[in-house]
């Protein structure tokens, strides 16, 4: 069974500190790798999306991939409190079908 | 403006009653997917479809059932079989994808069904 694992939190950051969101997959040959925010009562907003090994910067959001440790994770630079909101990482298999699987994702809370 | 629009927002279903959710995108999108999400949890692929007219079970299809008959269009019917449909159900589109791109897929706002 294909699966992503997050720790579910809650995390908890004051607030300009950077907070470190991490999971792990277990199918080998997921290939493309993505992060969501999704507030409450509100449905997934992509964020980033990450592909290579290494790190990918966008604005205060940073992935990075390590595929031989099968570890993917989400930094959030100078964090604010309207960064609070679950995170999901999804994996994507290399079939045809292209599905994602998904994390249970990780409640961040950034305190004023 | 481009976007995925799912209706209707909440929906209340009763007893042995079949309830269809609606999706549709204006994306251009090819592959379409749903998802159900319970209370803190992550999301479960209930059926997806990577063209008109064709369409696969996900994860945990049973009770549920889908038809693509056009490509703007994937409605999601929960039948009576469904006994436990209170969730949040969300809706995706993708671009299609070959084997050396990668499409993410972004998602409408979501339909909360709940039972009567």
């Known amino acids: 069974q294909k699966e992503v694992e997050q720790n579910s939190g809650p995390l908890s950051v004051p607030e300009g500190a950077i907070a470190s969101l991490n999971c792990t997959y277990s199918d080998r040959v997921s290939q493309s790798f993505f992060w969501y925010r999704q507030y409450s009562g509100k449905s997934p907003e992509l964020i980033m999306s990450i592909y290579s090994n290494g790190d990918k910067e966008d604005g205060r959001f940073t992935a990075q991939l390590n595929k031989a440790s099968q570890y993917v994770s989400l930094l959030i630079r100078d964090s604010q409190p309207s960064d609070s909101a679950t995170y999901l990482c999804?994996?994507?298999?290399?079939?045809?079908?292209?599905?994602?699987?998904f994390g249970s994702g990780t409640q961040l809370t950034v305190l004023p | 403006d481009g976007g995925i629009t799912q209706s209707p927002k909440y929906l209340f279903r009763k007893e042995g009653q079949n309830v269809t959710l609606s999706c549709e995108q204006n994306l251009n999108h090819d592959a379409m997917y749903w998802y159900r999400q319970d209370p803190g949890q992550g999301l479960r692929l209930i059926y997806y479809s990577q063209i008109v007219n064709d369409f696969q079970k996900g994860d945990i299809a049973e009770g549920y059932s889908v038809s693509r008959e056009k490509k703007e269009s994937f409605p999601l019917t929960v039948t009576s079989a469904q006994k436990n449909p209170t969730a949040f159900y969300l809706c995706a589109s993708s671009a299609r994808t070959g084997f050396s791109t990668n499409q993410p897929q972004h998602f409408g706002d979501g339909t909360r069904l709940s039972i009567l």
């Open positions: 999804a994996a994507q298999n290399s079939g045809s079908a292209r599905q994602l699987t």
